[in-house]
Structures are given as structure tokens and as C-alpha cells.
């Protein structure tokens, strides 16, 4: 019964990390740019994104800790989404705001574009790690 616990407690984290994430990228920063002028958009994606990579690293290390009991290379696919988030928000949000503040459009093109990488790979491993556990 404990054993059946824990691994629902891992699903429900694993699956609020990677429901969040695809939502975050795949609904809200996509809805902005269609719902708001341009400038407007950028504005408020500008000011959510800081937010959003504390709720993937506070989210990543919270369903890495729950999983590990249950299946430790899943725990271990979480720890490195909480992990790598870090430099994403620390180094490369702040670049990509110095390029666009700039007028960099290449330098910008290829920061968010590495980002934008970065995500769909944390978006994957966590879809990955939520069929592992639940498998």
C-alpha cells in the first residue's frame, strides 16, 4: 500500500512538472503573442519567464526527491531538468534580454532559439520520466 502511495505522489509531480512546462511553452507564451500587441507581449513573457523556471526548478527537485524511491533514473531525469534550469534562468534568459535591449536579432535568434531547445528537451525528459514511473 505505501509502495502504491509514493508512486502516486511521483505521478502527480511528475505529471504537475510536465503538465505545467508544455502548458507554459506550448499555451500561454504562444496565446500572448496572438492575444496582445507585439510590444505588449513581449513585455509580459519578458516578466513571466523568471517565475516560470523557479516553478520547473522547485518542480523538477520536488518530483525528483518523491520519485526516487520509486524508479531512481527517472529521479535522476528530474534532477537534471531542476539542474540545468539553473543556467537557463541565471545566464541565458539574462542574454537573450541584453540581445533583444540591444538590437542583437542574430545574437537574439540564436540565445532564444537555444533556449527554446532547452525547453522542449526539459518538456521530453519530463514526459519521458512521467511514462517511466507510471509504467
Do not use: C, K
Request: net charge positive; no cysteine.
Amino acid at each position: 500500500m505505501f509502495d502504491d502511495l509514493w508512486r502516486t505522489v511521483s505521478l502527480l509531480t511528475v505529471g504537475g512538472l510536465f503538465g505545467g512546462m508544455l502548458l507554459f511553452a506550448g499555451g500561454f507564451a504562444a496565446f500572448l503573442f496572438t492575444a496582445l500587441p507585439a510590444e505588449q507581449a513581449r513585455a509580459l513573457i519578458r516578466r513571466a519567464f523568471p517565475p516560470f523556471y523557479v516553478f520547473v526548478i522547485a518542480a523538477a527537485a520536488l518530483a525528483a526527491s518523491v520519485t526516487a524511491p520509486v524508479d531512481r533514473v527517472a529521479a535522476t531525469w528530474l534532477l537534471a531538468i531542476a539542474l540545468t534550469t539553473i543556467p537557463a534562468r541565471q545566464w541565458l534568459m539574462p542574454a537573450i534580454n541584453r540581445a533583444t535591449d540591444a538590437g542583437q536579432r542574430t545574437r537574439f535568434a540564436r540565445l532564444h532559439g537555444a533556449s527554446v531547445v532547452v525547453t522542449l528537451l526539459h518538456i521530453a525528459v519530463a514526459g519521458a520520466a512521467l511514462v517511466r514511473v507510471a509504467g
